[in-house]
């Protein structure tokens, strides 16, 4: 019970942690000085919101593992993410696109987060909420933009569409972890988020005037630690202080 | 910076408490009001500087010009009666 939660608290932080990694790879290239800011900021609230995760997740576990110890110094199959929050950024409407579909996710799981048996995952999940419904309206506001913009604009929101539409059903694959949690109260019920999250999200991508995207193909895997090609590079780059110099701080 | 006539500058005004004034505190490039108001929330709120925020086209403030100076302000450099020195003012109300 105790390992399971432990596990589901990891899942969410890993997530928050790897997405939060890709956002801030933006850093001073965003198109321009505004949203360079804004994505920044995007980026250290998923950092944030993992260093809290990971702290519950140490301390569910009993092991003495802190934040970083769990940030990083794990490898690849250790980490639970969606196989969507490793995927390289893209051009910027990939980018905003995944953004949208996470933080339509994120917002609905937090909500359901909020009201958790675990005290501590639904004090987390009560600030997480706030951020990630704003930044379901920023990266919204950036879809309808896109898609409603140039002709190219709405060719590249499209096509990111379609490209990160077969990650999507990861989010809503209950595995045994996910229903032990939810029968416990702990967790959130995936099947009921599932059918809020298709309403909102394609209500918006019709707002948009873009294509409801085929679903002929779908991956999944990342929670069970089976990930795509990209997490490798991505941890190396991001643990490579740690693993060289490990304790260090500055 | 994107200097394009579809990024035009607007003026971000911050309230920082409820009771006080908007202040204002820079500006941005955005297209419309409402990407107008996410980036000043993102560029000037960041560390609980406010409680509400307003953006206005820069091109809609009309300022007073720097050579009008004498005739717009140098008027009041002798008008020393426009100020309430005169009356006395009871120590329970403060200025």
Request: charged letters at 25%; proline letters at 3%.
């Amino acid at each position: 019970m105790s390992e399971e939660q432990t596990t589901y608290v990891l899942r969410l932080a890993d997530n928050a942690l790897i997405v939060g990694q890709r956002l801030a790879e933006w850093c001073g290239h965003s198109p321009f000085l505004e949203e360079d800011i804004a994505m920044a900021n995007v980026a250290l609230d998923h950092i944030g919101r993992a260093r809290m995760l990971y702290t519950h997740a140490g301390d569910l576990e009993g092991k003495g593992r802190d934040e970083d110890t769990l940030a990083f110094l794990r490898d690849e199959r250790e980490f639970g993410n969606f196989l969507i929050c490793e995927l390289p950024n893209g051009d910027y409407a990939f980018t905003l696109m995944r953004q949208y579909l996470l933080d339509v996710y994120h917002e609905l799981v937090f909500d359901a987060l909020s009201r958790s048996q675990d005290a501590q995952l639904a004090a987390i999940a009560s600030k997480a909420v706030k951020e990630a419904r704003y930044h379901a309206r920023r990266s919204g506001d950036w879809v309808l933009r896109l898609g409603d913009g140039t002709d190219e604009s709405h060719r590249r929101i499209q096509t990111a569409l379609n490209d990160l539409w077969g990650y999507t059903p990861e989010f809503f694959a209950a595995d045994d972890i996910d229903r032990a949690m939810q029968t416990a109260g702990v967790g959130a019920d995936l099947e009921a988020l599932g059918t809020k999250w298709h309403e909102t999200v394609e209500r918006h991508i019709a707002a948009a005037g873009l294509q409801p995207p085929e679903l002929d193909w779908h991956a999944e895997g990342g929670r069970q630690g089976m990930h795509t090609e990209n997490m490798g590079r991505l941890l190396a780059e991001m643990q490579v202080l740690q693993r060289n110099y490990p304790g260090m701080q500055w | 910076m994107s200097k394009s006539p579809a990024m035009p500058l607007w003026e971000v005004f911050v309230r920082s408490r409820r009771g006080l004034d908007h202040k204002h505190v820079g500006s941005l490039h955005a297209s419309d009001p409402e990407q107008a108001l996410l980036a000043a929330r993102d560029t000037y709120t960041r560390r609980q500087e406010g409680v509400s925020i307003w953006v206005v086209r820069s091109r809609d403030i009309h300022a007073s010009q720097q050579d009008e100076h004498g005739e717009f302000f140098d008027p009041a450099e002798d008008k020393v009666y426009r100020h309430p020195t005169f009356y006395d003012v009871p120590d329970e109300l403060k200025l």
